[in-house]
């Protein structure tokens, strides 16, 4: 269960003005259909998060606890240090095709958007840290769920409701404590 909660919150603070937030956004304001949207970001999520997952479990089976917890210690605390960095939605991964209806071009331009984004990097080091596979891709996709969803029923003003440069402050501490406690052996 810790597993789960502490990928739930991680992903849901670091998703927060993140580019598939933003892109969340931009679909919201292209399509006006929330159902297929919201569905379409959670199939590409639950695809890219079981297979990021899938990678961290690999690298932990790989690698061994030992260096593994430097490994994770050293990418918590680089994960910290780039949530202090904005994101920016660029104009071509914007582009998605209407020829696959709402529900298709959500679920390829999020996938698409969220390959080496900061929550994919997130469930890769997660799934290595925890070892609980079946959670930590519950946890993320329902962070992901929990920053996105309310972004594309609420439109503009969700978005700019929360004061992102506090959110990702606050969510840069967290990377940064579970970096420490990874080196210091306290986290497993």
């Known amino acids: 269960m810790e597993a789960f909660l502490v990928s739930t919150g991680i992903v849901a603070l670091a998703e927060i003005g993140d580019k598939t937030q933003l892109l969340a956004l931009l679909l919201a304001a292209k399509f006006r259909k ?85 929550t994919q990097v997130a469930t890769v080091a997660l799934a290595a840290r925890f070892q609980d596979y079946w959670w930590v891709i519950a946890g993320t996709t329902v962070g992901m769920m929990l920053a996105n969803a309310p972004v594309v029923w609420l439109g503009d003003k969700a978005a700019h409701a929360l004061p992102v440069t506090l959110v990702h402050r606050i969510a840069a501490v967290i990377f940064a404590l579970l970096g420490l406690l990874a080196l210091v052996g306290m986290g497993g």
Request: no cysteine; charged share 15%; proline share 5%.
């Open 34 to 118: 929330p159902v297929p949207i919201v569905l379409g970001i959670f199939a590409a999520t639950i695809v890219n998060h079981a297979l990021a997952g899938a990678v961290g479990s690999w690298l932990m089976a790989l690698i061994g606890p030992d260096m593994m917890r430097w490994i994770l210690g050293v990418s918590f605390i680089a994960m910290a240090g780039w949530m202090l960095i904005p994101d920016k939605l660029d104009e071509d991964e914007a582009g998605f095709s209407e020829r696959f209806g709402v529900f298709g071009a959500t679920l390829v331009a999020f996938f698409l958007a969220e390959m080496g984004d900061k």
